[in-house]
């Protein structure tokens, strides 16, 4: 690797690490102001442990050589395990930056999901969650698509190989499918489909959805490794697909609900980034407008699934990121530029989203039950309706007045407590 | 003695607040406040799901004025508050038995 390349992958690992805490925001800002700080928390602690695994073994497992030898790779070997003998030596510096820049995947993955189960489930629950999904669903799968022997990376037909330039089967179909899984497994939010549950601060998604848009640029135009002309292609597609994805959530919006909301755009945004993830490198302009334009109107249908199939997905993790995940993947079967579209090429996108489909979902559903079942994966009835935020946190998000603050004691010796909603007091050790 | 009570939009207060000080009030409490008339609550939509909000957000204005006065200051503060379109509130005005200003215990008038 140049020392140009490094520096334009290492910038932009910086600008994915943004996406986890914009992603923190968007989500915050959509749910009710008593869990806010849960849902920021639930994203912060992502990066907390798969930053630490990533170093322990996930690396390893992900990009290490494939345990079974050449070819259909299933699952990195422990070689690099604690980063054990990569420093110093030939080629150290391409490595570091590949895992540098890789990290950043791994800590969005898995908080991409936390959308999905929102306002209730407990913290600790969901920190053995991350940790287990991403040592067994993600660092895998990652090893699948893009390590030097992934199966999915290594199919062929006619020569041709499967198009997953970012992550649209990696990253985004994995979480929305997970996402799905998990959902079905802890069920519905106390009141879902009869209180009503706005967004409590629409000016914070925004803000969200524009940090997630402008880290998105590292990781798509990264993700090529190197500064060059594809890079600048995936740039240029990964901003005309966003813009026409807003355009066509919003165009549903209006003849749909006659209202063109600012959820929407947000949304739209998304969908369309999620959307050109995959299929960005391999299209032209025009392609990528089609794309966007596809998934901004998709994804804006598929959130109202929920409602009709009576699954939970609280911030629509599945209709946004499963559904234009899909979406992604599959028209660049067709519209991949230099001879590459076709039927054979979109089989071959098929069997990579549907095989990653499969596995994610029945081990994310297996892994959520037992998790369920051992320490309960459920915030209680009472501490769920009270709000997540001072359960877990001894916090709230906002102060909206002064009666309620109480008297002050500061004492280091005294161990941090928490009021459950229910009355007993918790005790953090 | 007279309470007056008045529910008004949000955006309207300022007005009112400079009616008020140009009458010649010298105080008045002002709160949050939520709710609906007639014309209930309106509708929104978050990615496709409407909700029906019928607590709408107001301001409650209460101010303590003499006999005399009352009624003059309910006709400020309704042409100040006045929009011409729904949901610009209610005033109303209630007699008062006692008034004592906290500070020096004067009682009735002296303590407005």
Known sequence: MEAAD???????????????????????????????????????????????????????IAFGDSVNGEGGGIIGNLDFIGFKGMLGVEGSETLLTFAVFQ???????????????????????WAVFIALWVSIVYFPVAHWVWGDNGWIGGLEIDGREVIDFAGGTAVHINAGVAALAAVLVIGKRVGFKKDPMRPHNLPMVMLGAALLWFGW????????LAANGTTALMALNTMVA???????????????????????????????????????????PMGALLI????GAVCAWAVSLKYKLGFDDSLDV??????????????????????????????????????????????TWILAKIIDSTMGFRATEDDETAGLDQVYHAETGYDFSQTGTGSVSVASSVPATAQTASGEKKVDA | MKLITAVIKPHRLDEVKSALQAFGVHGMTV??????????????????????????????LEILAEDDDAEQLIDVVVKAARTGKIGDGKVWSVPVETTVRVRTGDRGPDAL
């Not at chain 1, 996406?19 to 602690?45: D, E, H, Q």
């Not at chain 1, 755009?265 to 960005?280: D, N, Y």
């Not at chain 1, 499963?322 to 599959?330: D, E, N, R, S, V």
């Not at chain 1, 039927?343 to 596995?359: S, T």
Request: glycine content about 14%; proline content about 2%; some cysteine.
């Open chain 1, 6 to 60: 490094i520096a334009f992958v290492v910038i932009c690992a910086a600008m994915v690490m943004l996406m986890t805490p914009g992603l923190a925001f968007f989500y915050g800002g959509m749910i009710r102001v008593k869990s806010a700080l849960n849902m920021l928390m639930m994203c912060f602690i992502a990066t907390g442990i798969s930053s630490v695994l990533w170093v322990l073994y996930g690396f390893s």
């Open chain 1, 217 to 224: 640029f590292g990781f798509n135009a990264g993700s090529e």
């Open chain 1, 292 to 295: 966007g334009l596809v998934a």
């Open chain 1, 242 to 284: 966003t813009g026409t994805a807003v355009l066509g959530w919003l165009a549903y919006e209006r003849i749909r609900h006659g209202a063109y909301t600012t959820l929407g755009a947000a949304s739209g945004a998304i969908a369309g980034l999620v959307a050109i993830t995959p299929s960005g490198a391999n299209v032209n």
């Open chain 2, 31 to 60: 709160t949050e406040a939520s709710g609906y008339g007639r014309q209930r609550g309106h509708t929104e939509v978050y990615r496709g799901a409407e909700y029906t909000v019928d607590l709408v957000p107001k301001i409650r």
């Open chain 1, 103 to 125: 990290l950043m995947f791994a800590v969005l993955t898995p908080a991409l999901i936390s959308g999905a189960l929102a306002e209730r489930v407990k913290f600790s629950a």
């Open chain 1, 318 to 363: 599945v209709g946004v990121h499963l559904f234009g995940g899909i979406i992604g993947t599959l028209l660049v079967g067709f519209l991949a530029i230099d001879g590459a579209g076709g039927f054979a090429q979109f089989a071959l996108q098929a069997v990579a989203a549907a095989a990653v489909m499969a596995y994610s979902f029945v081990v």
